[in-house]
């Protein structure tokens, strides 16, 4: 049986809809925008630098090189621009009518909140609320992959409480549970003349019905943990150890389904309660930051995410039969980044930094919903101590990325081919204050 065959009958005994990770602004659906400060760095040294309380989210550990109780809070606008070029056949290779999407992307922004409480000079807390994971992307109702995808969002708030023991005097350690909530809401159309012309191929040329529609919604609330490792080695150097749990969600939510009278009446396409298991992936993080001259410090940072997790995403009836059954086969990535702080004055950092972070897609399971492909950052930032209790922090971010192939079928045999281009801007704001 062919790809496009396989995926027709497919298309009959489900309800036509498609989910998937979509736009993010880190590779697969990551998340990294936590912090001005580490973000002017390209998050080179994120697990090993303490210049602001994001250490709290990035490294528990590297809570006990801070001093003063401690609260800051983190806005950075994320403006992707997914660009498709190229065409869509339904099943009987003939055009789809449309538009090639227009821009996907649009500004979106990514809030961060830290506490940290210092409680002696061994052992510290800290409270992070982040979104590491997400995204979002919505093409023109009317695009020509409008079968693959129209909108995805997907939001995922991390409440993560933690504490940081200082074992010696240059060895520490850190750790605290994530209590992770993820909704997610999905679109698109439904060829609801390709459904008709299967069941019955005697219908005359001219016979077309209106598209259908499906809107798929579900939440799920879920545990994991966080663990860290920080070193002092020299009062110039710093490293800095992270693992971050995989975390296990169970969405429940609703398919709702709107087609054409003569298909409304075929159980298959009317609104149904609907379940999914969706994993965030484990990640692990080495960094190290030293300060070479009073007034030059670098930064570096490697971290493997186990991307690996994402297999497949099925949606499914109460009595276990498929909504949806699409493969991925993600594959585990390494991001790796250099940055560089220069300190003019005890007031002023200027900051800058480079990294690539490759994808965890393969270009034979790429989507609509997430045109995902190898990036690269440029990174530039600025920090003020405007008292010595209040600092202020900013950075900008253009991320390039490359150009990815897309030739994915739809549950209704609709071919999009064609190909993605892609860039990213980001810019953040954050504020911290010492009590």
Same mark, same amino acid.
């Given at each position: 049986?062919?790809?496009?065959?396989?995926?027709?009958?497919?298309?009959?005994?489900?309800?036509?809809?498609?989910?998937?990770?979509?736009?993010?602004?880190?590779?697969?659906?990551?998340?990294?925008?936590?912090?001005?400060?580490?973000?002017?760095?390209?998050?080179?040294?994120?697990?090993?630098?303490?210049?602001?309380?994001?250490?709290?989210?990035?490294?528990?550990?590297?809570?006990?090189?801070?001093?003063?109780?401690?609260?800051?809070?983190?806005? *950075?606008?994320?403006?992707?621009?997914?660009?498709?070029? #190229?065409?869509?056949?339904?099943?009987?290779?003939?055009?789809?009518?449309?538009?090639?999407?227009?821009?996907? #992307?649009? *500004?979106?922004?990514?809030?961060?909140?830290?506490?940290?409480?210092?409680?002696?000079?061994?052992?510290?807390?800290?409270?992070?609320?982040?979104?590491?994971?997400?995204?979002?992307?919505?093409?023109?109702?009317?695009?020509?992959?409008?079968?693959?995808?129209?909108?995805?969002?997907?939001?995922?708030?991390?409440?993560?409480?933690?504490?940081?023991?200082?074992?010696?005097?240059?060895?520490?350690?850190?750790?605290?549970?994530?209590?992770?909530?993820?909704?997610?809401?999905?679109?698109?159309?439904?060829?609801?003349?390709?459904?008709?012309?299967?069941?019955?191929?005697?219908?005359?040329?001219?016979?077309?019905?209106?598209?259908?529609?499906?809107?798929?919604?579900?939440?799920?609330?879920?545990?994991?943990?966080?663990?860290?490792?920080?070193?002092?080695?020299?009062?110039?150097?710093?490293? #800095?150890?992270?693992?971050?749990?995989?975390?296990?969600?169970?969405?429940?939510?609703?398919?709702?389904?709107?087609?054409?009278?003569?298909?409304?009446?075929?159980?298959?396409?009317?609104?149904?309660?609907?379940?999914?298991?969706?994993?965030?992936?484990?990640?692990?993080?080495?960094?190290?930051?030293?300060?070479?001259?009073?007034?030059?410090?670098?930064?570096?940072?490697?971290?493997?995410?186990?991307?690996?997790?994402?297999?497949?995403?099925?949606?499914?009836?109460?009595?276990?039969?498929?909504?949806?059954?699409?493969?991925?086969?993600? /594959?585990?990535?390494?991001?790796?980044?250099?940055?560089?702080?220069?300190?003019?004055?005890?007031?002023?950092?200027?900051?800058?930094?480079?990294?690539?972070?490759?994808?965890?897609?393969?270009?034979?399971?790429?989507?609509?919903?997430?045109?995902?492909?190898?990036?690269?950052?440029?990174?530039?930032?600025?920090?003020?101590?405007?008292?010595?209790?209040?600092?202020?922090?900013?950075?900008?971010? /253009?991320?390039?990325?490359?150009?990815?192939?897309?030739?994915?079928?739809?549950?209704?045999?609709?071919?999009?081919?064609?190909?993605?281009?892609?860039?990213?801007?980001?810019?953040?704001?954050?504020?911290?204050?010492?009590?």
């Amino acid at each position: 049986m062919g790809k496009r065959s396989k995926w027709l009958v497919t298309g009959l005994t489900s309800l036509g809809t498609a989910t998937a990770a979509g736009g993010a602004f880190a590779s697969g659906f990551q998340l990294r925008e936590n912090s001005a400060a580490a973000l002017g760095n390209a998050f080179a040294g994120a697990a090993a630098s303490v210049e602001d309380t994001s250490i709290v989210a990035n490294n528990p550990a590297g809570m006990t090189a801070l001093r003063g109780n401690q609260v800051s809070g983190d806005l *950075a606008i994320v403006i992707p621009s997914p660009i498709f070029s #190229g065409m869509s056949v339904n099943a009987a290779h003939q055009p789809v009518s449309g538009s090639n999407g227009g821009d996907a #992307g649009g *500004a979106q922004p990514v809030l961060a909140a830290y506490g940290f409480y210092d409680a002696s000079p061994d052992v510290k807390f800290g409270l992070a609320i982040t979104a590491p994971f997400g995204l979002k992307t919505q093409y023109d109702s009317g695009w020509v992959g409008r079968y693959n995808a129209v909108k995805s969002d997907l939001e995922v708030i991390n409440i993560n409480p933690n504490i940081a023991f200082r074992l010696t005097d240059w060895l520490s350690v850190g750790a605290g549970p994530a209590l992770q909530h993820t909704s997610a809401e999905l679109t698109n159309a439904i060829n609801s003349t390709s459904i008709a012309r299967l069941a019955n191929p005697q219908l005359p040329a001219g016979f077309a019905l209106p598209d259908g529609y499906a809107h798929i919604t579900g939440d799920s609330l879920s545990v994991g943990y966080n663990l860290g490792v920080f070193a002092q080695i020299s009062p110039e150097t710093q490293i #800095g150890a992270s693992y971050r749990s995989q975390v296990s969600h169970h969405l429940d939510g609703t398919a709702t389904i709107n087609v054409p009278a003569p298909l409304a009446v075929d159980p298959r396409f009317q609104t149904t309660p609907s379940q999914t298991d969706f994993k965030t992936p484990e990640i692990v993080s080495l960094a190290g930051s030293s300060r070479i001259r009073p007034d030059l410090m670098l930064l570096a940072e490697v971290q493997w995410t186990n991307w690996s997790v994402v297999k497949n995403l099925r949606i499914q009836r109460p009595d276990g039969s498929a909504l949806i059954d699409q493969p991925e086969q993600w /594959h585990g990535t390494w991001f790796g980044s250099i940055g560089v702080s220069y300190f003019p004055d005890p007031n002023w950092t200027i900051r800058g930094g480079f990294a690539f972070d490759p994808t965890p897609v393969r270009d034979q399971f790429r989507t609509a919903r997430i045109p995902d492909s190898d990036r690269y950052w440029l990174a530039a930032g600025v920090g003020y101590k405007w008292t010595a209790d209040l600092r202020f922090d900013a950075a900008y971010v /253009h991320i390039f990325a490359n150009s990815a192939p897309i030739d994915e079928v739809s549950q209704t045999g609709d071919m999009l081919t064609g190909r993605y281009s892609n860039h990213i801007d980001i810019v953040s704001l954050s504020a911290t204050l010492r009590f």
